[in-house]
């Protein structure tokens, strides 16, 4: 099949949105389809152009898999990108990949895909995806990692209840418009129908988890020798994106009330835009390391440092969004201590595989963290309960090979494919 994804994040961006689409674009390629993606140069979550890329430049990179005859060519348009991401700062940001990625989605439209696909965020590019496919006679999917429009007014970025009204508006007319809808958890999936997406155009596709790669190690991290942590400290890692929807401030507030407590070391690895401000609290702290994020060949390890994985969540952004950090964190066998609401998503998936404390309140997650700690069998109750979900629902290939399947189907189904592009 020839596949065209329009997704403003993508690799080598090592966590999020760009790590779910690199990887996908990647199997799909290795499975013999012909996929080219529109994108912007890496930047997540630094909020940096990485090196080697520009900002400005149209960049077309080509690669080829050792085997399956498929192939990926990735076209980089450029982009404004700010230090802060907030407000109507995101807004330009946005709207400044969506209009340099227009000429190029449309000439996207003359190589006659089969399947066009948009990835949320950004949902700026839906109009986009939707007038390429049309042109092309293609099939429009919309996959929603985290709702872009709902989280801005959750984080207050916008607080207009007329401009509330009318984004939500035009999101519900767009979403309807595509002919598949799906996202990353059921509860979300709940959502799509609440917007207007009918039942028979959503569909579940789960995040999923490499459980080769990501795996327990029968022995100590060798990141826990190398930071000089003792083999009797118990860490509490947090490793991701370091932004608002997170809620991290809690773990500064955490780490100050356990500051006597020597046996518990906190480990904050990742970047983003509250990293300086992160560091800035907790300068006077010795019970807190940071590290910067770290390359996909030591996700294992560092996954693996954690003796509890701290997940904490704004309250109310838990059923819009699901951390994407979840399915390696589930895959490494630890515990996982998480901020949630009672009855969301987070909540279901770690109920009896990992702790959840009400969003925001300090003191529990203290309690809730001690308790841990001083707890090994408990702990390891719930990492093997973790791992073994992981293992069951979040196999990378099973997910991959159902997405597969029903693209087939649907494109199939749509008479728009010719037999020759569908028999890869």
Same mark, same amino acid.
């Given at each position: 099949?020839?596949?065209?994804?329009?997704? #403003?994040?993508?690799?080598?961006?090592?966590?999020?949105?760009?790590?779910?689409?690199?990887?996908? !674009?990647?199997?799909?390629?290795?499975?013999?389809?012909?996929?080219?993606?529109?994108?912007?140069?890496?930047?997540?979550?630094?909020?940096?152009?990485?090196?080697?890329?520009?900002?400005?430049?149209?960049?077309?990179?080509?690669?080829?898999?050792?085997?399956?005859?498929?192939?990926?060519?990735?076209?980089?348009?450029?982009?404004?990108?700010?230090?802060?991401?907030?407000?109507?700062?995101?807004?330009?940001?946005?709207?400044?990949?969506?209009?340099?990625?227009?000429?190029?989605?449309?000439?996207?439209?003359?190589? =006659?895909?089969?399947?066009?696909?948009? #990835?949320?965020?950004?949902?700026?590019?839906?109009?986009?995806?939707?007038?390429?496919?049309?042109?092309?006679?293609?099939?429009? %999917?919309?996959?929603?990692?985290?709702?872009?429009?709902?989280?801005?007014?959750?984080?207050?970025?916008?607080?207009?209840?007329?401009?509330?009204?009318?984004?939500?508006? #035009?999101?519900?007319?767009?979403?309807?418009?595509?002919?598949?809808?799906?996202?990353?958890?059921?509860?979300?999936?709940?959502?799509?129908?609440?917007?207007?997406?009918?039942?028979? $155009?959503? #569909?579940?596709?789960?995040? %999923? !988890?490499?459980?080769?790669?990501?795996?327990?190690?029968?022995?100590?991290?060798?990141?826990?020798? =190398?930071?000089?942590?003792?083999?009797?400290?118990?860490?509490?890692?947090?490793?991701?994106?370091?932004?608002?929807?997170?809620?991290?401030?809690?773990?500064?507030?955490?780490?100050?009330?356990?500051?006597?407590?020597?046996?518990?070391?906190?480990?904050?690895?990742?970047?983003?835009?509250?990293?300086?401000?992160?560091? !800035?609290?907790?300068?006077?702290?010795?019970?807190?390391?940071?590290?910067?994020?770290?390359?996909?060949? !030591?996700?294992?390890?560092?996954?693996?440092?954690?003796?509890?994985?701290?997940?904490?969540?704004?309250?109310?952004?838990?059923?819009?969004?699901?951390?994407?950090?979840?399915?390696?964190?589930?895959?490494?066998?630890?515990?996982?201590?998480?901020?949630?609401?009672?009855?969301?998503?987070?909540?279901?998936?770690?109920?009896?595989?990992?702790?959840?404390?009400?969003?925001?309140?300090?003191?529990?997650?203290?309690?809730?963290?001690?308790?841990?700690?001083?707890?090994?069998?408990?702990? $390891? =109750?719930?990492?093997?309960?973790?791992?073994?979900?992981?293992?069951?629902?979040?196999? $990378?290939?099973?997910?991959?090979?159902?997405?597969?399947?029903?693209?087939?189907?649907?494109?199939?189904?749509?008479?728009?494919?010719?037999?020759?592009?569908?028999?890869?």
């Amino acid at each position: 099949m020839r596949i065209l994804i329009n997704s #403003i994040n993508f690799s080598p961006e090592l966590i999020s949105t760009g790590k779910y689409t690199g990887e996908l !674009a990647h199997w799909l390629a290795e499975r013999g389809h012909q996929v080219r993606v529109v994108t912007s140069p890496p930047h997540y979550p630094t909020w940096r152009v990485f090196d080697k890329y520009s900002s400005w430049r149209f960049k077309r990179e080509r690669w080829l898999p050792a085997t399956g005859g498929g192939s990926l060519e990735t076209f980089r348009c450029p982009l404004w990108v700010p230090r802060m991401p907030r407000g109507w700062r995101r807004m330009a940001y946005l709207a400044s990949f969506t209009l340099s990625s227009a000429p190029v989605m449309l000439t996207q439209a003359l190589w =006659k895909p089969h399947l066009v696909l948009q #990835i949320e965020p950004t949902f700026f590019g839906s109009p986009l995806t939707l007038l390429s496919a049309w042109l092309s006679g293609a099939v429009s %999917w919309l996959h929603i990692q985290d709702f872009e429009v709902d989280v801005a007014f959750q984080l207050t970025d916008f607080s207009s209840p007329f401009l509330r009204r009318w984004a939500h508006r #035009i999101e519900s007319t767009l979403m309807a418009k595509f002919a598949r809808v799906s996202t990353i958890s059921n509860r979300m999936k709940d959502k799509l129908r609440a917007k207007g997406v009918p039942s028979s $155009r959503t #569909i579940l596709f789960p995040n %999923w !988890a490499d459980t080769v790669a990501i795996h327990p190690l029968p022995v100590p991290s060798p990141l826990r020798q =190398k930071l000089g942590i003792p083999t009797d400290t118990v860490v509490a890692l947090y490793s991701g994106n370091m932004g608002l929807k997170q809620g991290l401030h809690i773990l500064i507030d955490v780490s100050l009330r356990l500051a006597v407590r020597r046996d518990i070391c906190f480990v904050i690895c990742g970047d983003g835009p509250y990293r300086q401000e992160l560091l !800035a609290m907790s300068q006077n702290l010795n019970n807190v390391r940071f590290l910067p994020l770290q390359p996909t060949d !030591a996700l294992n390890d560092l996954l693996n440092l954690a003796d509890v994985h701290l997940m904490p969540q704004l309250s109310g952004a838990a059923d819009l969004v699901m951390p994407s950090k979840l399915t390696g964190i589930m895959a490494s066998g630890r515990a996982v201590l998480a901020t949630a609401d009672a009855g969301s998503q987070i909540a279901s998936v770690l109920e009896g595989r990992g702790m959840i404390t009400p969003s925001g309140d300090a003191d529990a997650f203290a309690a809730a963290l001690t308790s841990l700690a001083e707890n090994p069998a408990l702990r $390891r =109750k719930l990492g093997e309960a973790a791992r073994k979900h992981a293992i069951t629902h979040l196999n $990378r290939d099973e997910i991959l090979l159902e997405f597969e399947h029903l693209i087939k189907k649907l494109c199939r189904a749509s008479c728009i494919n010719d037999e020759n592009g569908l028999a890869a």
